[in-house]
């Protein structure tokens, strides 16, 4: 018996984790307050059915995920009476184990996946392959956790489990906090036009995140606002100790801090996998590339294209999410191109 997903809120998360199920074998209803999302997914066809209310999406259904705005969540929660499993993928939780403490079969999690591009145009199955997903622990059934786990892993995700209180010190840290710094290093950089217009890779990289959507990130930021704040503050005086050490010279220890960044760095999981693929000095052979980027949905983080030495052709290096790899690579080998 094939099982069915209820979406509610249909953006690029809630949309890309339809999209996913779907390539596993579910059923997918959505629902979106908004009129003109009802119709871009009408036109792209992300779901099977697209329900009037959220009542009659999650009739029948074995997974409800509510996706929409975190500060709707609780509100979402709150009115519904079922016996599916339920999860939210809201960025804070605070507020929302409590708020599903009454339903049966209620697990919150968060998918640590996403683009600087919101809506369900920029919605892709492969969002989450090799992601990690927050599943929260908090009251939760075993049988239920266990349940979630099995469909994060469906989608190509590392499910990881953690409190929610211990999930909102995480993500301040380690998400909430990159935003503000990035909008924080765009407003500095704009004070200095001259120094902006020469901004290239390493400026770009670190405010890519800069151009995400202003009103879900404010509902983010506030909704984790005593545990952000705390790390903005811890920040700030991180950022005193450098300028301290910069004003007086203090080479040795600008070294060791620099240094020591550097091997936490190298420790960490790669942010992106290159994938190289080498293009014949030929009409076409960057269209090809386009379709297959087009066709695998990936989400590219950087590009470069190194020429031959023997002036045609070339490799170019595209890189990627780690989960994403592959699924590049079918696409590029599908239009006939040379992986390098």
Known sequence: MTSRVAVLGAGLIGTSIALGLSEAGWETAGWDPDP????????????DT?????????????LIVLAGPPSSVPGLLGDLKTDSLVTDVAGVKAGVVPAGRHLAHFVSSHPMAGREVSGPEAASSSLFRGAAWIVITDGTDPDDLERLEGIVKAVGSSPVRMTAAEHDDAVAVISHLPQVLAAALVGEAAEHPAGLGLASGSFRDLTRVA?????LW????????EPLAAVIEAYAARLHRWADAVRAGKTDQLVQKLF?????RRGMAPAAVAVAVALAD???ELAKVGHALERSQVDVRDLQL?????????????SVRPGEAETLRSAL????LLLA
């Open 218 to 225: 404010t509902d983010l930021l506030v909704g984790n606002g």
């Open 282 to 284: 030929q009409p076409g």
């Open 333 to 336: 080998e599908a239009e006939g």
């Open 36 to 47: 003109e999302v009802v119709a871009t997914l009408r036109a792209l066809g992300s779901f």
């Open 306 to 318: 190194r020429h031959a030495t023997y002036g045609g052709g070339g490799i170019l290096t595209l």
């Open 50 to 62: 697209l329900a009037q209310s959220p009542s009659s999406a999650v009739s029948g259904v074995d």
């Open 260 to 264: 020591n960044a550097g091997e936490i």
């Open 211 to 215: 151009a995400s959507n202003p009103e």
